[in-house]
């Protein structure tokens, strides 16, 4: 997990050395579209509209046509109002930033090939498994992997008018542009493909984690920074009303997760598979451990005052159920009991049965969907951004622990608002720096899915956030 924290430090670094000047014409843009990616791939949206395409046709018409040198397709970030060297920084696929860029490209890779061939599949099966995630849902190019529109939404409707005089982000998003300034929004985007999805090939069965695909782990503001590629600077703040709040990015995403978790876990088809349970949907190494019966052989499982199940069940993942109830009991205080208690309930009604549990699953899920709405409409201030810290690793929260997943959500937590608070100008950047080496060795921690230990864990978070105390 550590290559996080360092790519994110040498995307800061990268920001501040690029110049911001020069004047973006705006006439000229859709005209000079596909040169940086070569003009035969071009669908010019000129060329539809000539054709008479329906208006509010909200057609995907690829990353050609957002590449012109004179829109997005600068070699320098030196775009008056917006970069417009982001095909660049998409394309730059030795760095997180340009990951989507690869993504279909990674599947015809070694590593993606072992995996269709060990889930024996053909090119429909690619399509029916893996291309919702690895390519834009509604492109005629799936080698262009996950493209600009599959994030900022299908261009038909607004590619055309999104630069000329009169534009803005509230009129581009009313027609058509996906509005990813609101985290909540933004959170449901990345999850389709960092969680699962419901449109076809984006769901990551254990079948595909078991053929050798990597397991998912994500957090909204830390994954929203390693691809960045905007700059949040005066204009920015103007055009979008405000700089991102990383801490209300971070508590938008892990209540949009639980709530993605359930919705998925309530669909019958999703939650099984044979007559298997989808083990997706639960602790990883609940089912992977070693066995030791021997005479001196010692039970590893920790019990979870969290999840009320019996030792030799599988737990469902909670990971993002910790961080919320964490950040609840701070910022909503009055709500944070009742998530909690139906947290609990939800895990115990897996022993009882299925109805049960898809009751408790929607309770659940409406308990998550208020504190969503509630995070979102919160500006985070330095004093709950610390005592959120404090209670990510609080004895209460700190002892549900027991799996890596959940233990691997509070470092990127914890790494995530102390740059939120440096990023808010509420604590220096020198000082958040000074404690690097705390936050590392809990990254540290984390290491080794394998060898993951409870409480040496909790020792090392701990002490993270006893040091971050000292700036409080
Ligand atoms: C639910 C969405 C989803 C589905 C379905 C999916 N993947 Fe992935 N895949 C991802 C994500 C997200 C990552 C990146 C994980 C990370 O780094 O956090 C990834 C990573 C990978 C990687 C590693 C890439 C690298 O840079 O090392 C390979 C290979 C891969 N996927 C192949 C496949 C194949 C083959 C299939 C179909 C059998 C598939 N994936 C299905 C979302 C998905
Ligand atoms: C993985 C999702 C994703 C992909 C892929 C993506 N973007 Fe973005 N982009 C974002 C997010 C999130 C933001 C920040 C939210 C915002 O301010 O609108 C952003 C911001 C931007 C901005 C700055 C907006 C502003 O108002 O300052 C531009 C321009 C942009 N993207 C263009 C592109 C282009 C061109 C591509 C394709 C080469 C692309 N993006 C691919 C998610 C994505
Ligand atoms: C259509 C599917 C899709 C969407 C939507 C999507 N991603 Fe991804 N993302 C992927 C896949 C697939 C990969 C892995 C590609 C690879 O490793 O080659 C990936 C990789 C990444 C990586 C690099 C991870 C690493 O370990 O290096 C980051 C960061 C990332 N995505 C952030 C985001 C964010 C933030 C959003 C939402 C704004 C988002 N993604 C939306 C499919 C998607
Ligand atoms: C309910 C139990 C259970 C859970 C939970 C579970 N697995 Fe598995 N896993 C299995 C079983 C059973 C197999 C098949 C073992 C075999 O083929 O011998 C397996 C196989 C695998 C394999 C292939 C191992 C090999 O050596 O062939 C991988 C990798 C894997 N799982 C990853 C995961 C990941 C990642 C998660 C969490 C998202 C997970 N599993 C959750 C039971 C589980």
């Known amino acids: 997990?550590?290559?996080?924290?360092?790519?994110?430090?040498?995307?800061?670094?990268?920001?501040?050395?690029?110049?911001?000047?020069?004047?973006?014409?705006?006439?000229?843009?859709?005209?000079?579209?596909?040169?940086?990616?070569?003009?035969?791939?071009?669908?010019?949206?000129?060329?539809?509209?000539?054709?008479?395409?329906?208006?509010?046709?909200?057609?995907?018409?690829?990353?050609?046509?957002?590449?012109?040198s004179t829109c997005h397709?600068?070699?320098?970030?030196?775009?008056?109002?917006?970069?417009?060297?982001?095909?660049l920084r998409w394309q730059e696929d030795s760095s997180p930033t340009g990951a989507h860029s690869r993504a279909w490209r990674v599947i015809q890779e070694p590593r993606g090939q072992a995996i269709v061939r060990r889930m024996g599949l053909d090119a429909a099966g690619v399509q029916r498994e893996c291309a919702g995630c690895h390519a834009s849902p509604g492109s005629s190019r799936p080698s262009d992997g996950v493209d600009c529109e599959a994030c900022h939404g299908?261009?038909?409707?607004?590619?055309?008018?999104?630069y000329t005089v009169g534009a803005s982000h509230t009129r581009n998003v009313a027609q058509g542009m996906t509005d990813l300034v609101r985290p909540q929004v933004k959170a449901q985007v990345c999850l389709d493909c960092h969680f699962s999805g419901d449109a076809r090939g984006q769901f990551i069965a254990h079948r595909i984690m078991a053929a050798g695909h990597p397991r998912i782990s994500f957090e909204l503001d830390l994954f929203s920074t390693l691809q960045q590629h905007h700059d949040e600077d005066a204009d920015y703040v103007?055009?979008?009303?405000?700089?991102?709040?990383?801490?209300?990015?971070?508590?938008?995403?892990?209540?949009?997760?639980?709530?993605?978790?359930?919705?998925?876990?309530?669909?019958?088809?999703?939650?099984m598979d044979g007559i298997f349970p989808e083990f997706t949907f639960y602790d990883c190494h609940s089912c992977h451990r070693r066995i030791y019966d021997s005479e001196d052989g010692n039970v590893t499982a920790v019990?979870?005052?969290?999840?009320?199940?019996?030792?030799?069940?599988?737990?469902?993942?909670?990971?993002?159920?910790?961080?919320?109830?964490?950040?609840?009991?701070?910022?909503?205080?009055?709500?944070?009991?009742?998530?909690?208690?139906?947290?609990?309930?939800?895990h115990k009604a897996m022993l009882a049965n299925r109805a049960e549990t898809v009751a408790a699953a929607?309770?659940?899920?409406?308990?998550?969907?208020?504190?969503?709405?509630?995070?979102a409409s919160t500006s985070f201030t330095r004093e709950q951004t610390f005592a959120i810290m404090e209670s990510i690793a609080s004895d209460a929260i700190g002892e549900r622990y027991t799996d890596y997943e959940g233990a691997v959500q509070s470092v990127m937590a914890v790494d995530t608002l102390l740059g939120g608070m440096v990023n808010q100008g509420m604590v220096s950047s020198g000082a958040a720096n000074g404690l690097r080496v705390q936050i590392n060795q809990a990254y540290a921690a984390v290491r080794d899915p394998n060898g993951f230990q409870p409480l040496a864990f909790r020792r090392a978070l701990g002490s993270a956030v006893r040091s971050i105390r000292s700036l409080r």
């Not at 397709?73 to 982001?86: F, N, P, T």
């Not at 299908?154 to 999104?162: C, D, E, I, K, P």
């Not at 929607?362 to 995070?375: G, H, N, W, Y």
Request: aromatic share 6%; net charge positive; hydrophobic share 45%.
């Open 1 to 68: 997990m550590q290559r996080y924290y360092m790519a994110i430090r040498r995307l800061a670094a990268l920001c501040r050395a690029v110049p911001r000047s020069g004047v973006m014409a705006f006439a000229a843009c859709v005209a000079m579209a596909g040169v940086a990616l070569g003009a035969s791939s071009l669908v010019s949206p000129a060329a539809v509209q000539a054709q008479g395409a329906p208006m509010g046709m909200r057609g995907h018409l690829g990353v050609a046509s957002c590449a012109g």
């Open 238 to 271: 103007q055009r979008k009303g405000g700089k991102t709040s990383a801490m209300r990015m971070w508590a938008v995403g892990q209540a949009e997760a639980v709530k993605r978790s359930l919705e998925l876990y309530s669909q019958p088809a999703r939650a």
């Open 303 to 346: 019990r979870n005052p969290g999840r009320p199940v019996d030792l030799g069940t599988p737990p469902y993942n909670d990971e993002n159920m910790i961080m919320l109830l964490a950040a609840a009991r701070v910022v909503a205080p009055d709500a944070a009991a009742q998530f909690d208690a139906r947290a609990k309930a939800f």
């Open 73 to 87: 397709g600068r070699s320098v970030a030196d775009g008056a109002v917006v970069r417009q060297d982001e095909v």
């Open 154 to 162: 299908a261009s038909g409707g607004w590619l055309s008018t999104h």
């Open 362 to 375: 929607q309770a659940l899920r409406q308990s998550a969907d208020a504190l969503s709405d509630r995070f």
